[in-house]
């Protein structure tokens, strides 16, 4: 558009991942004008992606021999993205390089708990049972059930453990997958294109550089964006939803003058998961655990929908011995000579390679034939040659004021400040971790299955040599509060004293569980849309058409 391009809207979004699209879906065929600016494209490019450079002065720190972030395959090299700087600037945000993986927070989550201090929620988890339905539907996923409960719904029940639940307790994970691509992850890009109405825009390479307050600082008046190529324009609009994600919500409200920083909260009680690999068993012992930890598969559907079955601390333990919430999920590592790995490379090998990989696939008759009666009729994970299998675990992070972003004194092309990122681990998490790892091996004992080889740390009992790295989830640096003492924003995402600012996103999360954020993240951003629609037709005038002048 032309430089100088003055845009008008009823209600802009900034950044175009899951939870700037859910709202704007939620607003298809109404009579608000939508506006979703997003800094980058449809797909991924470098000259965006290099405006998520930070300046990182805290962890993860050199302490021992770095986890990565446990990606394989095609997306192994994310695994080397340094830390807080994994963000997708595109539509569709975190889902173009995402696997998936969903659950709901625990109750214990939301609640205040004396042991986690800082730690509640302004309303409990019942409270959003109706959005995390939704939010399942959007994502295309099975029913909001990881317990037991879940059990009655599979074609194959796992096998009554008799797990000490005093201790540990089984927990699944589900995945989000396209509904055109079964098998592949859901991306948003996708989504967005799927919706025909005339009230949402959406503007590509438009990255906001400023959000404008009048002169009292009580209310939005406009937005500044810009372009790489050097246009520039701004946007007027009544409302405006900041949805730019855990490290980029926090930089942009302190870098517009400190809004909503009145009470030097925005920015702090940063956390993410910190992930560890806690337990490995070779490939002689690897089959006896899959077993009961692995894909289990609804008994109704087409395509067939597979939770991942792992296990985490007991609420009564975290409670117990002041533990975070803290789980373990299973990851196998692939033998070179595995037949479903040649498959897939022989689909898409060309010439000569074909051959060789055609040859390794049928050289395990007995392991396919074995593998589509367990997924085809059991609903069961493919049996795989492994090399090992591995459990890996991601940690709640306390709330700590200390763990921050703030703005650096380097500056990015679009003359922002980076943002300067001091992520910090206590020792409540390196301890959490390390009692999951103790429990699962006594049970694990107790129950006559193979004993886990624990990590090289929790065997010493030396916690100084924990390694652990980012999962790419950044929260809480605009946290909810019942208060303006407590959080950035409201129970409503609204920002404390800022007529017309609302937060969507991990950023607003008082605490951020164990779980995977995106189902949350969608949760509260379709229980957003619903308080702003409300908003809307209480308005004592209907808003104006949207227009553009140049």
Known sequence: MPAGTALQADLAIIGAGPAGLAIAREFAGTRIHVLVLESGGYDLEPQAQALNAVERIGEPLDRGAAPGRGYSDELSWLNDVPAFELRNRAIGGSTHTWVGKCAAFDEIDFAERPWVPGSGWPFTRETLSDALDRAGTLLNLGPNLYDDRLHTLLRSRPADLKLDRDRLRPFFWQFSHSRERPGAPLRFADEIRKIDAANIEVVTHATVTRINTDRARRRVTSLNIRALDGSHARVRAARVVLCAGG???ARLLLASGGIGNDRDLVGRYLADHPRAVIARF???????VARHFGFFGLAEGRPTRFYLRGMALSPQL???ESLLNCAAYPVQELAASDPWLALKRLRRSRGGKRLRHAFEALSSPGLLAAGLHRRLVLKRGLPRKLEALRFDTMVEQR???ESRVTLSSRRDVLDMP????DWRIS???IRSVMRLGQSMSGEFQRLGLPEPRLAGWILRDDPAGAAFS???HPAGTTRMGRDPTTGVVDGNAAVFG????????SSVFPTPGHANPTLMIVALAIRLADHLKARFMDAPRPPARAEAVS
């Open 282 to 288: 070779g490939p002689g012992e690897a089959a006896a």
């Open 470 to 472: 980012d999962m790419a």
């Open 418 to 421: 980076l943002a300067r990122v």
């Open 498 to 505: 800022i007529e017309g600012l609302y937060v969507a996103g």
């Open 247 to 249: 490290i980029e919500n």
């Open 318 to 320: 975290q409670e117990r």
């Open 399 to 401: 709330p700590d004021r």
């Open 427 to 429: 020792a409540q998490e």
